[in-house]
Nanobody, 124 residues
């Protein structure tokens, strides 16, 4: 069972940037597709971005295209989410998960091994 740990969240003003990291301490992530999701207060977990096992393919929700970048460093066993020009409505707990399918279907039901999440708060 892969155990993921997210970090890098914080409080930032609208228009600011944050870089989230997700790693696994006792598992190798290089064989897995990985994704970032977020869960705003009182709402369901929603897809943000995903990346294939070798980094050759990425997928984003339309609302973050051009502002967020998902990447991975398999030698560091870490996946990143660079978030630029953040908006207040993107305040949420951000989670990373392991893809259950090669196709990286943007559904929380098709990812698992969730970490504890990291809080991102964007002030207006």
């Amino acid at each position: 069972q892969v155990q993921l740990v997210e970090s890098g969240g914080g409080v930032v003003q609208a228009g600011g940037s944050l870089r989230l990291s997700c790693t696994a301490s006792r598992s190798t992530l290089s064989s897995y597709g990985l994704g970032w999701f977020r869960q705003p207060p009182g709402k369901e977990r929603e897809f943000v971005a995903a990346i294939s096992y070798n980094g050759g393919y990425t997928k984003y929700v339309d609302s973050v295209k051009g502002r967020f970048t998902i990447s991975r460093d398999n030698t560091a066993n870490t996946v990143y989410l660079q978030m630029n020009n953040l908006k207040p409505e993107e305040t949420a707990v951000y989670y990373c998960g392991v893809a259950k399918t090669i196709a990286l279907v943007p559904s929380a039901a098709l990812f698992g091994s969730w970490g504890q999440g990291t809080q991102v708060t964007v002030s207006s």
